[in-house]
């Protein structure tokens, strides 16, 4: 079941991380646009050159994502487990094969980003394509608890190569067309899921296929998807570790500055140029990846930034644990005995769509963030608490489908308005590696909850325990948030009198004494051009 979860997870995870990974590239061309004009014109120059290239690339890239995501048996992973066909028990599937997703996500998380980087995206998508290659295998071929605990720990590679694709797009284009081909990019993954989720419910419900059938025809899609990958582009430049393949031998004066805006640094000229000596120790120490870890201490320092972030690392483990479990609760709560009863296909095509309108919807709402932040998130995450601890005491097989779908789309909401919180201050390369740092210690949290409580090696709870430590877990997050949120608004409500009465005042004559100086950024911009 854990497995089951584990593949919908993955599934929603394709679905999810790519789609908040995809916001977070839109987010990035917008604020690109703002900071990095001085590369505009050399990106501008590139497109009359080869007008449709880029166009193909991104229409075979969505193209891939498209196909990548369909794999019908996902959302049946664990009544295939828990079947006669497999014959596992719901204590081995809950306890011993789950778990090992989680392991060997934290394991690959970091190679993998670095990996990305460094080879240019196109062999850690292989890699991907391969490693789903192996897990169908697995799951078609193999019967044996080590043998799933392997297939778990592919998922948990396919999950860390999730990256590339994600950050594939900026390789493409221009910086004015992120936002737009981003937007593609993400489009093309929720169909992808959504098909899939479709096809698996038809294939059960309607055509009462088998379990290991499904699994055949799962591995014919995932074997496509591995051979469109060795067809993609391999692109030339990356964020961190290529950027230098995109310029000339001789670097101009806006060269320079825009490499200096990039690092972020209020450098002179001299320190300018050192940071492209040929000496390569010094490359290193001034290379954009190492500046961008020393930028991370003024980052952790802005209110709005820390506070997302925080959001990012416990709701997302929280999150990410009930989709690994909930399709084991469902079989508990529900264990059918025939195949066209398991509707988890259907609940999962429902929870996508559901989650793609919220996301959608989170794009129009307009609040001031820096007052409520807190408040929605603690409004939000006690609503996630009360879904979860219907679906841990409820024996209602659809009260527990539709309380798995409000919660999806609840935290399917506040991605996007988290991802442009924590991206609106900083450079497109600071954002990834923030957002990167986020994702990983969220997934050392969750390993380490798993081995407390799910592990046989720790309590071993079973499913319905195991939800009730997610109730309590999200309870003290709303604790925590809604204390936040009364102290932030106190204080600002607290300010108020003290602002009207300089309001009051005599209006001075020039305007620039009637607006606050905008804070600097650490980027080299100010608050009021990112507003």
């Known amino acids: 079941?854990?497995?089951?979860?584990?593949?919908?997870?993955?599934?929603?995870?394709?679905?999810?991380?790519?789609?908040?990974?995809?916001?977070?590239?839109?987010?990035?061309?917008?604020?690109?646009?703002?900071?990095?004009?001085?590369?505009?014109?050399?990106?501008?120059?590139?497109?009359?050159?080869?007008?449709r290239k880029w166009i193909w690339a991104v229409i075979f890239l969505c193209f891939y994502g498209f196909m990548s995501s369909i794999k019908p048996g996902e959302p049946f992973i664990t009544p295939y487990l828990l079947s006669t066909e497999k014959n596992f028990t719901r204590q081995q599937v809950t306890n011993e094969i789950t778990p090992v997703l989680t392991y060997s996500y934290m394991a690959v998380l970091i190679p993998a980003f670095l990996l990305t980087d460094?080879?240019?995206?196109?062999?850690?998508?292989?890699?991907?394509?391969?490693?789903?290659?192996?897990?169908?295998?697995?799951?078609l071929l193999c019967t044996s608890l080590l043998q799933m605990q392997f297939m778990e720990f592919f998922y948990g590679v396919t999950m860390a190569c999730r990256v590339a694709y994600s950050s594939y797009i900026f390789s493409l284009v221009s910086l004015n067309l992120y936002q737009r081909?981003?937007?593609?990019?993400?489009?093309?993954?929720?169909?992808?899921?959504?098909?899939?989720?479709?096809?698996?419910?038809?294939?059960?419900?309607?055509?009462?296929?088998?379990?290991?059938t499904l699994s055949a025809i799962s591995l014919g899609f995932v074997s496509f998807g591995l051979l469109l990958s060795l067809c993609l582009p391999w692109p030339k430049r990356s964020l961190f570790f290529n950027q230098e393949r995109k310029q000339a031998p001789s670097e101009t004066a806006t060269q320079l500055a825009t490499k200096a805006e990039l690092f972020k640094m209020n450098s002179t000229e001299d320190e300018l140029t050192t940071a492209v000596s040929p000496c390569s120790a010094s490359r290193w120490k001034d290379s954009l990846f190492v500046q961008m870890l020393m930028e991370l201490r003024?980052?952790?320092?802005?209110?709005?930034?820390?506070?997302?972030?925080?959001?990012?690392?416990?709701?997302?483990?929280?999150?990410?644990?009930?989709?690994?479990?909930?399709h084991i609760l469902w079989s508990k709560v529900y264990p059918a005995l025939e195949n066209k009863n398991v509707y988890n296909g259907a609940v999962e095509a429902a929870s996508t769509l559901l989650s793609a309108l919220t996301a959608f919807i989170a794009g129009f709402v307009k609040i001031r963030w820096?007052?409520?932040?807190?408040?929605?998130?603690?409004?939000?995450?006690?609503?996630?608490?009360?879904?979860?601890?219907?679906?841990?005491?409820?024996?209602?097989?659809?009260?527990c489908y539709v309380a798995y779908v409000l919660f999806r789309s609840f935290?399917?909401?506040?991605?996007?308005?988290?991802?442009?919180?924590?991206?609106?201050?900083?450079?497109?390369?600071?954002?990834?590696?923030?957002?990167?740092?986020?994702?990983?210690?969220?997934?050392?949290?969750?390993?380490?909850?798993?081995?407390?409580?799910?592990?046989?090696?720790?309590?071993?709870?079973?499913?319905?325990?195991?939800?009730l430590v997610y109730f309590i877990y999200f309870a003290l997050?709303?604790?925590?948030?809604?204390?936040?949120?009364?102290?932030?608004?106190?204080?600002?409500?607290?300010?108020?009198p003290k602002r009207q009465g300089i309001d009051q005042q005599p209006k001075s004559t020039e305007l620039s004494n009637m607006i606050p100086e905008a804070e600097p950024l650490s980027n080299g911009k100010n608050s009021e051009t990112l507003q």
């Open 477 to 496: 997050l709303t604790v925590g948030y809604l204390a936040s949120a009364v102290v932030v608004i106190f204080c600002h409500f607290r300010k108020q």
């Open 1 to 51: 079941m854990v497995s089951d979860s584990t593949a919908e997870q993955e599934n929603e995870m394709d679905l999810k991380v790519p789609a908040a990974e995809a916001i977070e590239g839109n987010i990035d061309g917008d604020l690109e646009r703002v900071k990095c004009t001085s590369e505009e014109p050399t990106a501008s120059q590139a497109l009359p050159e080869e007008p």
């Open 298 to 326: 003024t980052v952790v320092k802005k209110p709005n930034t820390r506070l997302w972030s925080l959001w990012w690392i416990f709701n997302s483990t929280g999150y990410y644990l009930v989709l690994f479990y909930v």
């Open 411 to 467: 935290y399917q909401f506040l991605v996007p308005i988290a991802t442009f919180q924590i991206a609106s201050s900083l450079t497109k390369e600071l954002c990834a590696l923030v957002f990167g740092i986020n994702t990983f210690l969220g997934t050392i949290l969750k390993s380490v909850i798993n081995l407390i409580f799910s592990d046989k090696r720790g309590l071993a709870l079973d499913v319905h325990s195991q939800f």
């Open 118 to 139: 460094l080879l240019r995206y196109k062999p850690v998508l292989v890699i991907q394509g391969i490693s789903q290659v192996v897990i169908w295998l697995i799951l």
């Open 370 to 399: 820096n007052i409520w932040s807190e408040l929605v998130i603690g409004v939000i995450t006690a609503v996630q608490a009360g879904l979860l601890l219907v679906m841990g005491t409820t024996d209602n097989i659809w009260v």
């Open 181 to 212: 081909v981003a937007s593609y990019s993400r489009t093309s993954i929720l169909l992808g899921v959504f098909t899939s989720s479709m096809l698996g419910q038809l294939f059960i419900s309607v055509g009462q296929i088998r379990y290991k």
